[in-house]
């Protein structure tokens, strides 16, 4: 068990970054998409603000949940990513991705049901 390798723990760690870093690629297109909506559309509201402040948040906890994790790698050779900060840095990422997910699933409802403006331009 000396080497670090060998160590019980090392797979779970792995796949939780590798999990972390995929909410964080998703996040990230999402955000893409919100901006997109925004300055294309002009349909800003109060779900496009909220939606982009999730997606921005769970972003922003996903670093933090890798940089939490490679700090306990490092500084005392954790792999243990089932207590404390790790766990709570993982959960709040998730959730707030689920939030703003939702909340652009709202934004882009809405303006699919919109009337459309200006001139009869037709919006596909």
């Known amino acids: 068990m000396s080497n670090p390798k060998d160590h019980p723990g090392k797979d779970a760690c792995s796949f939780a970054v590798d999990l972390a870093k995929l909410f964080l690629t998703y996040a990230a297109a999402g955000l893409a998409f919100v ?28 670093l933090l949940f890798i940089m939490s994790v490679v700090g306990r790698v490092g500084r005392d050779s954790n792999y243990d990513v089932y207590s404390g900060t790790p766990r709570v840095l993982a959960a709040l990422q998730i959730l707030l991705f689920l939030v703003g997910v939702a909340l652009l699933a709202l934004c882009a409802f809405h303006l699919i049901h919109r009337p459309p403006t200006g001139g009869g331009a037709v919006y596909f």
């Not at 002009?42 to 982009?52: E, G, H, K, Q």
């Open 35 to 62: 901006l997109g909506l925004a300055t294309k559309e002009n349909a800003v509201s109060i779900a496009t603000y909220s939606s982009f402040a999730s997606l921005a948040l769970s972003m922003g906890m996903g």
